[in-house]
Nanobody
Framework: VQLQASGGGLVQAGDSLRLSCAAS????????MAWFRQAPGKEREFVAA????????KYADSVKGRFTISRDNAKIPVYLQMNSLKPDDTAVYYC???????????????????WGQGTQVTVSS
């Protein structure tokens, strides 16, 4: 299983970016997908997750109302639309996937078996 995150870049506060996560190596129909991020000197943190079916999403409080995770009918790629970006959103963003997990476990880093290499998002003030 290989995940490839893309779409990062340098933007100004208030701008938008859309990240994509492509995957290969198996069928991902029954896999939940998520985005995490890691800022310099900080631990990796949960951003957003979407169930294998695309019907359920979960967000970190810090991004609710600004970020949207999506996928089309349990397919790949998975997207993270990021609007109203803030300097605090600056981080390396990673996509991750795992076979179906409990709803309560969607936001846990330890739930995910496969990780992409990350894409840098830098938001200037």
């Amino acid at each position: 299983v290989q995940l490839q995150a893309s779409g990062g870049g340098l933007v100004q506060a208030g701008d938008s970016l859309r990240l994509s996560c492509a995957a290969s190596g198996r069928t991902f129909r029954d896999y939940d997908m998520a985005w995490f991020r890691q800022a310099p000197g900080k631990e990796r943190e949960f951003v957003a997750a979407i169930r294998w079916s695309g019907g359920t999403t979960k967000y970190a409080d810090s991004v609710k109302g600004r970020f949207t995770i999506s996928r089309d009918n349990a397919k790949i790629p998975v997207y993270l639309q990021m609007n109203s970006l803030k300097p605090d959103d600056t981080a390396v963003y990673y996509c991750a996937t795992t076979p179906r997990v409990a709803q309560s476990a969607l936001g846990l880093l330890s739930s995910y078996d496969y990780w992409g290499q990350g894409t840098q998002v830098t938001v200037s003030s």
